[in-house]
């Protein structure tokens, strides 16, 4: 029987898959998509200090063949059943049943669709992007301008689109869009010295180490401009710019701003197949649908359900760093578990 | 306030123990959705009536909070109740019940200090 088995092999589950396996453990990884790698794989930088993300999955990679770790690609976990026995059953699209001891889920979270917020006209709208976009179209390296050709002038960037927000369901921060917007930001200074950066926010969240002087260092050093106030609705103006409309809060007035591009900051949500654990064995989720951990601070892998443990985003939106921690404590957890 | 080095001249001040709290509490009594707002803008932003003159919904909430009820009493007016900011308001907040309350409010309730 295996020992654990590891739902989702983005950074979260092939971190903690590497520890268990250095403890001895007999792993399976399932990944329900072609390759491992998971949201990472998408991204151009890391913030804050700017590391390559494709160096991450590269590290991860080696460390898997390494170790000859068995991962099952293209394999999506329809249900998880627990035995009389304490033991599982996981069943998968593969029409095999996987017994195991315990099960890591570390499926992570999937990007808000956009298109749900209409009235900022993502796919509507050919000059609106979300960060995803933009972190593609930086890591393809693709010239700097608008689709038709044009040079970029003035960029805005939205905060909060699909987080904090009761009309799109999500109630939740999804904490790494503003230090994302501010990392984007600065990268597009970067490569249009002359554009004018602007970024929409409701407040600002520098939680982490680096992240409150990556700020200080858009405002100081690159001039990007931060407004607070949340956005109501875009149009399309006749040659394709779009025009925003908010209030300067601090300033206490509306205003209209036309801009070439929109950027609007996307946040987290949880898998869809988190429901289907929750339906097969009970899983307890919180208010905002990620897996709700057994203790937040004494035993934040472990779920109301023995046995199955967590790693990385699938309990809420968390960064690479903070998901790289949680997988590495959750391998500890499945050990200590195992061991009893 | 007790003093304690520092001086501001009391009109530029405001005094939370003397703060008039009759109307924000009716209006959170019958709509509690009215504490959680951020003072995002959004209902400014989008305002059909902020487009034409000076009303800030936004601001209303904080001069109702501060308990200033001479100016809003002209505001609430201009208000011509379309709800747009119902549509955006990122927490929730039923803002045209509100405005409704604020009416109400002031015509019926004894808010003298």
New interface residues.
């Given amino acids: 029987m295996i020992d654990v088995l590891i739902i989702g092999s983005g950074i979260a589950g092939l971190e903690a898959a590497c520890n268990l396996y250095e403890s001895g453990k007999e792993i399976f990884l399932l990944e329900k998509e072609k390759n491992v790698g998971g949201n990472v794989q998408n991204w151009d930088t890391l913030f804050p200090d700017g590391k390559n993300a494709r160096d991450i999955i590269s590290y991860y990679m080696q460390e898997i063949q390494a170790r000859q770790i068995t991962t099952y690609l293209n394999t999506y976990v329809t249900g998880i059943h627990k035995c009389v026995d304490g033991t599982f059953e996981v069943h998968t699209s593969r029409d095999i049943v996987f017994k195991c001891k315990t099960v890591l889920i570390a499926t992570g979270y999937s990007l808000f669709n956009a298109e749900r917020k209409e009235?900022y006209g993502y796919q509507i709208y050919e000059n609106v992007v979300t960060s995803a976009d933009l972190e593609k179209r930086f890591a393809q390296q693709s010239k700097n301008q608008l689709p038709n050709g044009k040079p970029l002038h003035r960029i805005a960037f939205i905060h909060?689109v699909g987080s904090?927000?009761?009309?799109s369901g999500n109630h939740y921060c999804s904490k790494v869009c503003c230090i994302t917007a501010v990392k984007q930001a600065i990268k597009m200074k970067q490569l249009v010295p002359d554009v004018e950066v602007f970024c929409f926010y409701?407040?600002l969240r520098m939680y982490g180490p680096g992240f409150e002087e990556k700020y200080r260092e858009a405002q100081e050093k690159w001039g990007i401009q931060f407004i607070?106030?949340?956005?109501?609705?875009v149009a399309e103006t006749l040659d394709k710019r779009l025009q925003v409309?908010?209030?300067?809060?601090l300033a206490?007035r509306?205003f209209k701003l036309e801009v070439d591009m929109l950027v609007l900051m996307i946040g987290m949500e949880s898998q869809a197949s988190t429901a289907l654990f929750q339906k097969s064995c009970g899983l307890k989720c919180a208010d905002s649908r990620f897996i709700q951990p057994y203790q937040h601070h004494l035993d934040s892998n472990a779920t109301n359900v023995k046995g199955v443990f967590t790693a990385g985003a699938c309990i809420g939106p968390l960064s690479v760093f903070d998901t790289i921690n949680h997988a590495r404590s959750a391998a500890i957890s499945v050990s200590n578990f195992l061991a009893e | 306030m007790k003093k304690f080095g520092f001086t501001t001249a009391q009109s530029r001040s405001i005094d939370y123990d003397k703060v008039n709290t009759k109307l924000i509490k009716y209006i959170i009594e019958n709509e509690s959705s009215f504490s959680t707002c951020i003072s995002c803008g959004a209902c400014t932003a989008t305002c059909s009536a902020g487009n034409i003159t000076h009303f800030n919904i936004r601001r209303l909430n904080i001069q109702i909070r501060l308990g200033k009820y001479e100016t809003i009493k002209q505001e609430i007016d201009k208000c011509m109740l379309c709800g747009k900011c119902m549509l955006v308001c990122p927490r929730g907040i039923n803002t045209r019940n509100v405005i409704m309350l604020i009416k109400k409010g002031l015509t019926t309730l004894d808010l003298s200090d």
């Fill in positions: 009235e909060c904090r927000d009761e009309k409701m407040d607070r106030g949340r956005v109501s609705e409309k908010a209030e300067d809060t206490a509306p």
